[in-house]
Nanobody, 117 residues
Framework: QVQLVESGGGLVQAGGSLRLSCAAS????????MGWFRQAPGKEREFVAA????????YYADSVKGRFTVSRGNAKNTVYLQMNSLKPEDTAVYYC??????????WGQGTQVTVSS
C-alpha cells in the first residue's frame, strides 16, 4: 500500500503561482509513476501532468502545457506541481496519484486550488 498526501493548495489571484507537493509513504520501494489530476465542480476528473519515475520524462495536458511543471524531489517519495500563470479555470481539487503507466492505483485526498479573477 502507498499513502499519498497533497499540500500547497489555496486561494490565489489570476496570474499568480502555487506549488503543490505530494508526499508518498508506505510501500515506496517501488518506482511508481506519479500523476496529478484535478476535478472542478460539476466536471469529471481530468489528467493534468505526470512524471515517469524510470527516466523523469514528463507529460502534460494541453490546457496546462507551458504553465505547469511536474518534478520530483531529491527524496524518492516526493513529487511537485509548480503552477504558474494561473487562470480561474484552473480552480479545482487537485489529486496526486501513483501507479504504472496510465494505471493509477493509489490516490491522495486532494487539495483545493481556487483562482480568483
Amino acid at each position: 500500500q502507498v499513502q499519498l498526501v497533497e499540500s500547497g493548495g489555496g486561494l490565489v489571484q489570476a496570474g499568480g503561482s502555487l506549488r503543490l507537493s505530494c508526499a508518498a509513504s508506505g510501500r515506496t520501494s517501488s518506482s511508481y509513476d506519479m500523476g496529478w489530476f484535478r476535478q472542478a465542480p460539476g466536471k469529471e476528473r481530468e489528467f493534468v501532468a505526470a512524471i515517469r519515475w524510470s527516466d523523469g520524462r514528463t507529460y502534460y495536458a494541453d490546457s496546462v502545457k507551458g504553465r505547469f511543471t511536474v518534478s520530483r524531489g531529491n527524496a524518492k517519495n516526493t513529487v511537485y506541481l509548480q503552477m504558474n500563470s494561473l487562470k480561474p479555470e484552473d480552480t479545482a481539487v487537485y489529486y496526486c496519484a501513483a501507479g504504472f503507466g496510465n494505471i493509477y492505483n493509489y490516490w491522495g485526498q486532494g487539495t483545493q486550488v481556487t483562482v480568483s479573477s
